[in-house]
C-alpha cells in the first residue's frame, strides 16, 4: 500500500486559507447548507453532511456558525445552488478541475474562463480532463495517532486501498463505494478523522518549471478566492524551492 501524497502541493493553499477565515467559513457554510438541504441533518445519516461537518471542524469553524449553516438547509428560503464542475489546462499544461457551487452558471462559467485566459490557460470541455484523475475517497490523520505499522494494519483490515505515512501524517484512500465503510471503521479504531472526503486523485503528477508554476500559483489562488468555487484540483507538481518561496 503506496502511492503519491499530496500534503507538500496544498501547503501554500493552507496557508492563505489560515489568512481569509471569514471568505473560507462562508464557502464551508455553502457546502453545509447544500448537504443538509439534499438530505437529513442528522450527520450520520447523511455522509455529505458528515462530510462537511469534518471539513468545517478541522478549519476551527464556530459550532454556532456550523449549527446555523445546517438549520439554513432545512428551511424553505434555503438558497438553490447548482453543482458545476470546470476542466481546462493551466501553465505548463497541467490538467485542472474546478468544482463549484453557484446560484449562476453564467456567471461562475464566465469567471472561471476569465482567470484560465489571464493566466495562460484553457479552459476546456466536460470531461476533457478527468480521464487523467481517479475519483477517490481520502481519510487522513495526524502522524502522531498511531505508528506507520499501526496504520497500515488498520487500512488493511477497513478495506482501505493504499495507506501512506510521513512526517505530514496519515492518509487512507478508498473506492468511492467502500469510502464511509472504511471511514467508519477507521474512526471506530482511531477516533474523528482530520478530514474524509471526496476527491479528484492525480493520476501521475505533472513537474512544473517554476515559471510556469508561479503562474499557475496565482490561477489556483484567483480561483480559490472567487465565492463561488469550492475545490481546485491538479495534476501539478512544484518544486521545492519554488514551496519554500511560497511559504514564506
Known amino acids: 500500500m503506496a502511492g503519491h501524497s499530496q500534503f507538500k502541493n496544498i501547503m501554500f493553499r493552507k496557508g492563505r486559507q489560515d489568512k481569509e477565515r471569514s471568505k ?3 464557502k464551508l457554510a455553502r457546502e453545509l447548507t447544500v448537504a443538509s438541504k439534499q438530505g437529513l441533518p ?4 447523511n455522509p455529505r453532511l458528515r462530510a462537511a461537518i469534518l471539513a468545517a471542524r478541522a478549519e476551527n469553524m464556530p459550532k454556532d456558525n456550523i449549527e446555523r449553516a445546517i438549520r439554513k438547509g432545512q428551511g424553505s428560503d434555503a438558497e438553490n445552488y447548482d453543482e458545476v464542475r ?3 489546462y493551466g501553465p505548463g499544461g497541467v490538467a485542472l478541475i474546478v468544482e463549484a457551487l453557484t446560484d449562476n452558471r453564467n456567471r461562475t ?3 472561471v474562463r476569465a482567470a484560465f485566459s489571464k493566466y495562460g490557460g484553457s479552459l476546456g470541455e466536460s470531461n476533457s480532463v478527468a480521464f487523467l484523475f481517479d475519483r477517490v475517497g481520502v481519510i487522513t ?3 502522531a495517532k498511531a505508528s506507520e505499522d499501526m496504520m497500515l494494519e488498520a487500512a488493511i483490515e477497513a478495506g482501505a486501498e493504499e495507506c501512506v505515512s510521513s512526517a505530514d501524517g496519515h492518509e487512507f484512500t478508498a473506492s468511492v ?3 464511509s465503510a472504511v471511514r467508519d471503521a477507521l474512526e471506530a479504531k482511531f477516533g474523528s478523522p482530520d478530514s474524509a472526503a471526496i476527491t479528484w486523485r492525480a493520476q501521475t503528477p505533472v513537474p512544473v518549471k517554476d515559471s510556469d508554476g508561479e503562474s499557475l500559483v496565482k490561477l489556483i489562488e484567483v480561483l480559490d478566492d472567487h465565492d463561488d468555487v469550492q475545490h481546485v484540483y491538479g495534476n501539478y507538481e512544484l518544486s521545492n524551492a519554488l514551496m519554500e518561496r511560497l511559504s514564506t
Open 24 to 26: 473560507l467559513f462562508s
Open 177 to 179: 463505494e467502500s469510502f
Open 141 to 143: 490523520y495526524p502522524a
Open 109 to 111: 462559467a464566465a469567471d
Open 42 to 45: 442528522d450527520p450520520a445519516h
Open 86 to 88: 470546470y476542466e481546462g
